[in-house]
């Protein structure tokens, strides 16, 4: 006796930076088995303006995250982490139709940048003498 199971799907991260340009298709895509073989379809719990699945579990962000309110937040001395949580849903094709529910998690990487200048600064009247031989690499 054939019995239909749910979707085999498991909870998928990714990390991408800040200064990424939109549409962004994330890898790899998501990747759901049927027991039974059928297809799976995937969508999100609730509609996100700047995100989205195809049936084939690729994820593509269209715009900033920064609106949803899906987001945790880690700092650290070196860049600062937001985590953007999303529930999607595994749906088979068998009738009655099941279906698998897991969570794609964004985290999006911003680096602290140092405002500190290492520029070369001139104080008129003043002078310096720096010699190079004239066989130094360039």
Known sequence: LNVN???IVYDQEYHIYSDITYPLLLSPPIQAIDPEGSVVVYSFDSQHSNLTIDNYGR??????LSSSNHSTTIHSSQFITHSYHYLVIAVDNAIPPLSSYFTITIHVNQFLISNQTHSLSFIEGTNTTRSISEDASI
Request: aromatic share 0%.
């Open 5 to 7: 199971e749910p979707p």
């Open 59 to 64: 994820v593509t962000i269209l715009g900033s």
